[in-house]
Antibody, heavy 121, light 110 residues
Framework: QVTLKESGPVLVKPTETLTLTCTVS??????????VSWIRQPPGKALEWLAH???????SYSTSLKRRLTISKDTSKSQLVLTMTNMDPVDTATYYC?????????????WGQGTMVTVSS | EIVLTQSPGTLSLSPGERATLSCRAS???????LAWYQQKPGQAPRLLIY???SRATGIPDRFSGRGSGTDFTLTISRLEPEDFAVYYC???????????FGQGTKVEIK
């Protein structure tokens, strides 16, 4: 069974750096046909793609947030990490990690349950 | 950067009715890389359609997608009670690699 699970702080203060972890099971982060993205959703709003890491460790970032984001992976631990610097209240959202598959034209076929992050002093 | 605009914002229908949701791109999109998702309150999105018209595993055949270029449609032939939710279209572009979501269409019970 393929699963992804996000973990990280529930509350961060403005200007702090957010670090989120996505732990995957049922597939390898080295699988050439798969990748994993981070996606967020502010309360009551639409989904926003943030960053993606491919099996070959190539990374891609949202143009608008690129300067604040870093995505990485530890294949041996089956984990991905997203860091977002200089957090602001507008970054309050549910953060998801989701898998893409090459044979599904890189659509997100499996999603984590999401983790809610609130930015407040 | 390509923008996806979904319409209508809200669709009020009764169970058994047909729902037609639109997703319009600001520039032509490869139909291979257009997907649709369903999201219910408190849940993660679920993949419905990929490649503009292929149903994902386990998706009932009352869901269908079509379109090309800048205009894409998700149709639910006969609404079941569990279909009332928010629907998002999404596109993938490879140069540079990136994903974009529409703003969503809420299908609510009339």
């Amino acid at each position: 069974q393929v699963t992804l699970k996000e973990s990280g702080p529930v509350l961060v203060k403005p200007t702090e750096t957010l670090t989120l972890t996505c732990t995957v099971s049922g597939f390898s982060l080295n699988n050439a046909r798969m990748g994993v993205s981070w996606i967020r959703q502010p309360p009551g709003k639409a989904l926003e793609w943030l960053a993606h890491i491919f099996s070959n460790d190539e990374k891609s970032y949202s143009t608008s947030l690129k300067r604040r984001l870093t995505i990485s992976k530890d294949t041996s631990k089956s984990q991905l990490v997203l860091t977002m610097t200089n957090m602001d209240p507008v970054d309050t959202a549910t953060y998801y990690c989701a898998r893409t598959k090459w044979d599904l034209f890189d659509a997100f076929d499996i999603w984590g349950q999401g983790t809610m992050v609130t930015v407040s002093s | 950067e390509i923008v996806l605009t979904q319409s209508p914002g809200t669709l009020s229908l009764s169970p058994g009715e047909r729902a037609t949701l639109s997703c319009r791109a600001s520039q032509s999109v490869s139909s291979s890389y257009l997907a649709w998702y369903q999201q219910k309150p408190g849940q993660a999105p679920r993949l419905l359609i990929y490649g503009a018209s292929s149903r994902a595993t386990g998706i009932p055949d009352r869901f269908s997608g079509r379109g090309s270029g800048t205009d894409f449609t998700l149709t639910i032939s006969r609404l079941e009670p569990e279909d009332f939710a928010v629907y998002y279209c999404q596109k993938y572009g490879s140069s540079p690699p990136g994903w974009t979501f529409g703003q969503g269409t809420k299908v609510e019970i009339k």
